[in-house]
């Protein structure tokens, strides 16, 4: 039987990567769920669905970890990520696939590299450990949204 962790200080930039990748994780899920209903691509579709059952999986693995180390996470997406999923559900068809494969590929890139600093860098185990779990999941979803991104341009040119 695992003895329960000393209370560990969790630092400030520990807590802040947790409360940005909850926030980051319920804006994926959020995001594939417009995908699946706007996207035109069959492939923008397919991502988007990717996007709610992994990052699903992972806020649920985080809020876990958060649980434990007493982090009180988001459950609600602040005012600037609602902004950014209520500009890409106006959004239809082709130039929602292109807006959103674009965004995919940006927040992504953005991700692996907080995740990769929190798992090289982290002072709290639990949350050090679920980045670099995390990471070669995100690092797949980076390669799939910039071959996505780029068949869409390259298809798709006017």
């Known amino acids: ?65 958060a649980a434990k180390e007493n982090i009180t996470l988001p459950t609600d997406l602040d005012a600037k990520h609602k902004g950014m999923v209520d500009k890409l559900s106006a959004l239809h068809g082709t130039q929602f696939d292109r807006a959103y494969m674009k965004d995919m590929v940006k927040d992504h890139q953005e991700d692996v590299a907080e995740f990769q600093k929190e798992a090289d860098n982290g002072s709290n185990p639990g949350l050090k450990s679920f980045a670099g779990k995390a990471l070669p999941t995100l ?10 991104e780029q068949s869409l341009s390259t298809t798709s040119k006017k």
């Open 1 to 65: 039987m695992l003895a329960q962790s000393q209370s560990t200080q969790t630092s400030a930039s520990d807590q802040k990567f947790a409360k940005d990748a909850a926030i980051g994780g319920l804006m994926e899920v959020e995001l594939g769920k417009v995908a699946v209903t706007n996207a035109s691509s069959d492939k923008v579709k397919e991502f988007g669905q990717k996007m709610i059952d992994d990052h699903s999986k992972a806020n649920t693995e985080l809020k876990t970890v």
């Open 139 to 148: 690092q797949g979803h980076l390669s799939l949204a910039q071959s996505d």
